[in-house]
C-alpha cells in the first residue's frame, strides 16, 4: 500500500469555513429524505428507479435498464463530444466504472453524486460508466440485498469481460462499503462452493460466514468476475461502530457523528446478522480472495471524519494481505470532501482530481 499523507496545513481557509458552517447542522445534510419508500418506484428485490438529473441526460447519453431486478444507469459521452475516444481508434482498452452512490444504505443519488459522476465521465478518457442503484433500507436489509445485488455483479462483470473492458467499482460512504461487500461476497461464494483438495472430506468448519443458502446456484469465480480495482471514498468498512479513537473523531467531524453512523449502520444489517458480519463490515472479511485476484484497493479519507479510524485500520490489514494500491489521507478533510468539488474549494477540486487520476492510471494497466 502506497499511501500519502496531507497535513492539515493544506487545508484552504475556504474549506475551513465551510466545515465550520455546517457542523451545526449535523448530520441533517446527510440524512435520508423522509417517504422515500412512496416517493420511488422500487424493483421486486428493493432497487430504486432512479431520477437521473435533466442536465446529464442533456450532456450524455443515459441509459436505464434492469440487470436482474437491479436498475443501471450508463453515462456514456455522446459520439463526437470533446474528450470522446469510445469509437476504438485508439489502442487502449475501454474502462467501465459500476459507480456506488453513498447515503446511508437509506437514500437515492443526490445532487453532488450526480455532478461528481458527470464530472468522472467529462475527465476520464475512454469510460463508460454505469450507476448501480443497490436495494436500500429499511425496505431491504444487507442479509437480502447483498446476495440479489450478486447475481447483478455477475452477469454485469460477465457482461464487461466479453467487451474487454477494465473495471473498476468505485463508492463513496456506504456505496462503497456495498461495493466492496458485494466483490468478496462473490469471490467468496464461489470459492466455497469450489472442493479443495486438501481439506475435501474433512469435517472441520469453514472460518468464513456460511453463504448457504444461496439465491441460486453460482459458478465458481473467475478472473472476469474480479474488477481490476476498487476505489473507496471515505468508505464504510466495518458496522461494529465502536472503534474507540472514533470517539476522538467525534468531536472534529462536521458532517457525521458516532451516534448517527451506528443507526445506519444498525438499520442496513437489521436484527439477522452481526456487527462484524463480513456481509457489512468488510474489514472482517478474507481479504486474501483479493489478492488472489490481483485487486487493487485504492481510497481516499479525510481525517475529521468518524469513520477514518476504521479505515485508516483496513489500509493496514490491506497492506497485512499483500494487496496493493494507493491512498490518500487528508489530515483535517471532511467526510467524503471530493464530492463537494463543484463549489470550486480548491481541496476538493485537487481531491476529486486525485480519484480520476487513479482511475485513469488502473485504465492503462
Known amino acids: 500500500m502506497n499511501v500519502t499523507t496531507l497535513p492539515s496545513s493544506n487545508r484552504t481557509l475556504p474549506m475551513r469555513t465551510l466545515m465550520a458552517l455546517v457542523r451545526p447542522f449535523r448530520p441533517l445534510l446527510v440524512k435520508p429524505p423522509s417517504n422515500l419508500d412512496s416517493k420511488l418506484e422500487w424493483s421486486l428485490v428493493g432497487s430504486p428507479r432512479l431520477d437521473v438529473l435533466k442536465s446529464l441526460r442533456k450532456e450524455f447519453v443515459v441509459t436505464e435498464r434492469c440487470v436482474e431486478d437491479i436498475w443501471c444507469y450508463d453515462i456514456d459521452r455522446r459520439r463526437g463530444s470533446k474528450g470522446d475516444d469510445t469509437g476504438g481508434g485508439g489502442s487502449s482498452r475501454i474502462k467501465r466504472i459500476y459507480y456506488f452512490c453513498g447515503g446511508g444504505f437509506q437514500a437515492p443519488p443526490s445532487s453532488d453524486h450526480w455532478s461528481f459522476i458527470a464530472q468522472l465521465v467529462r475527465q476520464t478518457p475512454s469510460i463508460r460508466l454505469t450507476v ?7 425496505r431491504v436489509r444487507a442479509s437480502t440485498a447483498i446476495p440479489a445485488l450478486s447475481k447483478a455483479y455477475r452477469a454485469l462483470m460477465s457482461e464487461s469481460a466479453r467487451a474487454a473492458e477494465v473495471v473498476s467499482l468505485v463508492g463513496d460512504s456506504s456505496g462503497a462499503n456495498v461495493a466492496l461487500c458485494v466483490t468478496l461476497y462473490t469471490l467468496a461464494l464461489g470459492k466455497a462452493i469450489q472442493p479443495d483438495p486438501e481439506t475435501e472430506g474433512s469435517s472441520s468448519a469453514p472460518a468464513q460466514r456460511d453463504l448457504t443458502p444461496t439465491p441460486a446456484p ?6 472476469a468476475l474480479a474488477p481490476s480495482q476498487l476505489v473507496l471514498i471515505s468508505p464504510c468498512v466495518d458496522c461494529s461502530n465502536n472503534n474507540p479513537e472514533m470517539k476522538g473523531v ?4 462536521p458532517v457525521l457523528t458516532v451516534t448517527y453512523t451506528g443507526q445506519v449502520a444498525d438499520t442496513w444489517r437489521g436484527t439477522d446478522i452481526s456487527p462484524s458480519d463480513p456481509l457489512v463490515s468488510p474489514a472482517k472479511a478474507d481479504l486474501s480472495l483479493l489478492t488472489s485476484y490481483g485487486v487493487r484497493i485504492e481510497g481516499i479519507v479525510g481525517t475529521w ?3 477514518a479510524p476504521d479505515t485508516l485500520e483496513f489500509i493496514e490489514a490491506c ?3 499483500g494487496l496493493h494500491g494507493d491512498w490518500l489521507v487528508a489530515e483535517g478533510q471532511m467526510h467524503c470532501y471530493p ?14 482530481d486525485w480519484i480520476i487520476n487513479t482511475i485513469h492510471r488502473s485504465r492503462r494497466n
Request: net charge positive; hydrophobic share 40%.
Open 132 to 138: 448501480i442503484s443497490y436495494p436500500l433500507a429499511p
Open 218 to 223: 453460482v459458478p465458481a469465480p473467475t478472473p
Open 250 to 253: 467525534n468531536r472534529h467531524d
Open 305 to 307: 471524519d468518524v469513520l
Open 319 to 321: 497492506r497485512a494481505a
Open 339 to 352: 464530492l463537494a468539488w463543484r463549489y470550486k474549494l480548491k481541496n476538493c477540486v485537487d481531491g476529486k
